[in-house]
């Protein structure tokens, strides 16, 4: 019997360099400044696997994020480099799923994180069905 | 028999004007500014019952957060004012735990959030009791 | 002879309180994020004055920013409020000129600034002449 | 006759990626981020012709920003890449100066500006003499 086997998951990696501005008081990054490392990640991405936030907008169509979850491990300074790792999760509901994993230079976890989104057209009404633009990404990279 | 009442959680209520700044290409707030309010909200908890990042200072604590969660119901947009309802969640863990509701013009749930902290001290040293500052609080509220 | 004496200059108040995020890593609030406080600045005059950003929308117009200038004495920490003074600089020019001081709790000039503003339409053209609604609101308030 | 010759200026590039973040309600680049890009590129420079805020933190020595003047040109929009070119303006006053322009890539200038640091230590107090290291460095780069 053949197995049809699928991809499942779809991964990106970007490096960050922590600015001066993105730490605090404390001397390390604020908290809610990974949400822009996790952006960075996503944006990556979708340059890499060719769904970008420009596609989105030419197909009248925008992806809020509806859920977002950030786990901090351990803290990043000024001057630091951090790898993002960003990973498609594939799933049959009709959302975009990313998990984040940052990783200071010393290979260490610093923080890890899910975003999840659904599509909208410009009037903020939901989409049900996956819109045509993603189901041919899904079909091009092996995902449905 | 005489049952112990004692008062689980304490509340707190904040307004915010979103900035222009805020908000995103979209035209409403961008996600990752949701931290911030919640952060309004912790602080503004923090002036009403006594509970301060300063005092935590003076006590050489820091709090950080190791846990972030946001569900988006709504948008914001630009020149709305939205109510930040922070509730401190007892627990008898090392932790304090916040949740957080953001609440639009029309009372509407916009978005949902909770943060977690833990006590540190200033050479990173998680602590695995609760510090004596942070019990003279609770059980001047009633929450020991 | 009598002579017109015209009110040239409006001037509006509002405090902000320092937020955590605003900090940096040498414990003040990071430089950048004064422009924000002028900001705040601006719309508060803009509520209290009758010309939001809003009216601007409604007339098809945007008012973006050509010039920023600011100069800082001394700095502002966590948890500190601020009064911002904003002033309308009337001109003769099709510009928008706001002038900032913000002064810390003891009334020390913590930072002052400038920005200029030009009329644009939707399409990013230039407004040569002030459009209908600046006159109008210049009329109202005695600046002509 | 000998003339001392003296090469006065340092320059360094550095490209940013517009982040869907720092874009506002307008779809472009909110004024107050270009201040984000001009540290992006003076650390840049920093870390090109050795001279960090690192250093300086070593040396106990802070450098804030007294003066940050902007001149915007054309707008920025998400996912646009710039090139920052930072100078360093060479001064015998106790000062350093870097001035800045932001490039599109279609080479058109966005943007120009100027930061001017002063020296002070951990106390605060102001340096009226150069602090050594910052001697030691303009010595090796030909500036004294």
Redesign the interface.
Known sequence: MRVKRIKTNLISFKDVRV???E??????V????Y??YF??GR?AFGREHNI???DQKKNRI?T??????????L?LH??EIAKIETTYINTPAVKMIFQYKIINSEGKLVCQGETVQVFVDFN?NLHLKPPPFFEAWKFKKGLL
């Open positions: 600015r001066f501005s730490t605090d008081n404390l001397g390390i604020w908290h809610g400044n949400v822009k952006e960075d944006e970008s936030y420009l925008a809020p994020i509806i859920k977002l979850i950030c786990d901090y491990k803290p000024f001057g903020g």
